[in-house]
């Protein structure tokens, strides 16, 4: 899996992967926070998947942020 998006409680992912690279994105709705753990070889793909993980925070809001993780798969980013 070459990125991840973990929800945070207490200061720690709820779940533990081996992705050394993480950002943090905050949910634009609400205080939850998540970690977005990413391989070396997708550095370059960083803001696209910047973009997706927003969008799949947003979308998980209505579920009222329970599952652990969200899951995010790269399709390709449509360029304007």
């Known amino acids: 899996m070459a990125a991840t998006l973990t929800k945070i409680i207490n200061d720690k992912p709820a779940v533990s992967d081996d992705l050394k ?8 709705r609400c205080e939850q926070t998540y ?4 391989s070396d ?10 973009r997706l993980a ?6 998980d809001h209505a579920g009222r942020h329970e599952a652990g993780t969200i899951g995010i798969d790269w399709r390709g980013i ?3």
């Open 54 to 59: 927003e969008t799949a925070i947003r979308t």
């Open 41 to 50: 070889n997708e550095w370059n793909k960083v803001k696209d998947w910047l």
């Open 21 to 28: 690279n993480e950002l943090t994105v905050k949910c634009p």
């Open 78 to 80: 449509r360029r304007r």
């Open 35 to 38: 970690r977005l753990g990413y």
